[in-house]
């Protein structure tokens, strides 16, 4: 049995001219949580889609969880949140979730039991009121979200793919959702999902892929991507109002390449050739009172800058979120 | 196989279980008594207007006629008032003509008949008015005429006047018996036309109502974005079979279910089609005869028809049937489907779906000419064209027997069209579904379909 639960192969995928993934290639481990990041119209849907079964490659090969990705009947051992979310509007939540756990091949029986369980869990069913037995019109956009996220589950699926799960997300449901990220990795399930929220992969994330213009930029673990760029970044924070005093240094395009600057705390990239002792002399020099100098991994938001470019934010990237 | 069925009950039982759906399938039977029953309620159907004889008689023959035609159209119309008679000279009669034209104008009558000496040699006679138009106004008058023209020219003949009133008064029905490949069949021919026409009826509503049901559903979940999950858990081909599928069902349990009340209905309250004289059940023919004998139009022949039972259908021809709106509703609904594919909103789905609605009505607008006329070439040509035949043949094949040859031939071209249809929706289908933004072009569509795979 192959280690990886997903191993893309250079794929390709082209629409009317344009390239919606050019040549990627992807490897996934079993068990692991992974982030594929990218701005908007980096191919991360049409990625998904393509894992999915829903569209085909132009070339390349897909294997999931060791068995070709084409393979009558592996969509069972898939769970799928798409980024476009809706249910039935006017059919009982209960039968919703039914007809997709039995898509998935459930029996109705034991549909039914692992409904009633999601329900309860997720707070659908309390003695006060059983959501199951409304229609999906009747629940709150907050309620739906939930439902969907059991229908996506109910099957108790190997692999699991989330499609920019926090996007409109109210913050209670937005934890309940990285709660039971973490309960399927403990339980050894994988789970991949697409954001450009760079915080969220970063604390959940075992290893990312970054996608920009279809092709991929970086990928591997976050912890070794992020040691991979270190040595490069530079956290200063100084005292009192000293913007004024330590512009002309930070603006020394040979020792900086770019600033992130958050009023009282700067992100520092090293130029190429800059120096970090140097930098610390020059900031010493204009008479600051430095808080904190250290040379640190960055976040993978620099990195994502960094690789991606502003090119990449201007495309719809939101950056922190 | 087994998500084929999942996608089919959810279609099934979604629809069966709405509140609407279940008023409909009660309802349906009462609302066609209610349709049938009203031309008797208003009890004219047959006589036409009761004011038939409220009309000028300008009598240029100068033998009297005008005042016995008038004596004959008041001994059948005791009701009306009029008509008026004015005798006058054959040179005059245009000038009486233009007068009555005025009085029609002014409401004071409601048409003139104009008789000379071309109308006592039994040749013609002229009728101008308002209902000019009324096929059974018209007809009544020109029988009076007539009759009255005979029973002259029979006195003249030297006939007794008693025996020509005897003879001008001979009421003849005609009873007709379809002959089919057995042999003579059971059940009144007027009952044949009905259930003929039924059928058709009834197979273009359904695809009508089903069609278009099929077709909202498939864009209830492209727009509800619902459609992004299933289809990662079913391929579009069988996505689409199910719900074709589990819709067409609904459609022919909705069927089943107002034959079986439609059936109890006629049964139980037979006084409803004012033809309750006979005791239900024992289909004879001598049942059959008199039924069509008090039959005054056809509210009584429906009547008749569940008295007497079905006209016989032979097995061969209920299947021909069957497969007749079995592929006829899977090439329909497959198209809908595709249109379904195509838009995004309400707003514009009825406008997309319009080609298809012209290919369905078209083959209704035909359903009267085929019925007037069962054997005439257009009847041939439009029950043997794919479009057309799944509506047309089971029209022409109750009301005269179809060469089996020319029936499998509309089978086959509608099974071909049917491939054609699922072939061409299965492409848009696929890759409509997850498409979103504005209506296709015809080239856009052209390209989803070539490059769908």
Known sequence: MSDLAIDIRNVVKRYDGHVAVSDLSLAVPRGSVYGLLGPNGAGKTTTIRMLLNIIVPDSGTITLLGTPHRTRGLTDRIGYLPEERGLYKKMQ????????????????????????????????????????????????????????????????????????????????????????????????????????????????????????????????????????????????????????????????????????????????????????????????????????????????????????????????????? | MGKLLVVFKREYLERVRSKWYIIGTLLGPAFLLLILAIPRLFGDEAQGSRDVARIDVIDASGTGLGNRVADALRAKYPLSRGPYVRTVDAAKASVEADRSVLRVQREEVLGALLLDSATVAGDSVRYVGRNAGSHMDVDAIRNVVRNVVLADQMARAGIDAKQVDAFSHIRLDIHTQKIGDKGVEKGNPLAVMLLGYGVALLLYMMIVVYGQAIMRSVLEEKSTRVAEVVVSSVDTDTLLAGKILGVGLVAVTQVLAWVVLGAAALMYFPQIMGNGNHPAGVPDSSAAANAIAGAQGGASAAATLVKTGLPSVPLGATIALLLCFVLGFIFYASLFAAVGAMVNSQEDVQQAATPVMLLLVSSALFMPPVLANPTSNLAKTMSMLPTSAPIIMPLRMTLVPVPWIEVVGALAGVSSACAAAIWLSGRIYRVGLLMYGKKPTIRELAKWVREAR
């Open chain 1, 93 to 321: 939540v209960r039968r919703v979730l039914r007809f997709l756990a039995e898509l998935k091949g459930v029996p109705g029986r034991e549909a039914d039991r692992r409904i009633d369980e999601w329900l309860e869990r997720l707070e659908l069913k309390t003695p006060e009121r059983d959501w199951g037995l409304a229609k999906v019109d009747e629940l709150s956009r907050g309620m739906q979200q939930k439902a969907q996220f059991i229908g996506t589950l109910l099957h108790d699926p190997d692999l699991v793919i989330l499609d920019e799960p926090f996007s409109g997300l109210d913050p209670i449901n937005a934890q309940a959702l990285k709660d039971s990220i973490v309960e399927l990795k403990a339980r050894g399930k994988t789970i991949i999902f697409s954001t450009h929220l760079m915080d969220n992969a970063e604390r959940l994330c075992d290893s990312v892929c970054i996608i920009a213009h279809g092709q991929k930029v970086l990928d591997g673990g976050v912890a070794e991507v992020r040691k991979a760029h270190s040595g490069r970044m530079v956290a200063l924070a100084v005292e009192g109002d000293a913007r004024a005093r330590i512009a002309p240094v930070l603006g020394d395009k040979s020792l900086v390449a770019r600033v992130d600057d958050n009023n009282r705390y700067y992100e520092l990239e090293l130029a190429p050739g800059g120096d970090a002792q140097l930098l610390l002399r020059r900031v010493i020099d204009t008479g600051v009172s430095i808080t904190r100098f250290e040379l640190v991994l960055p976040s993978l938001h620099q990195i994502f800058l960094e690789r991606v470019g502003a090119r990449g934010v201007e495309e719809g990237m939101s950056g922190h979120g």
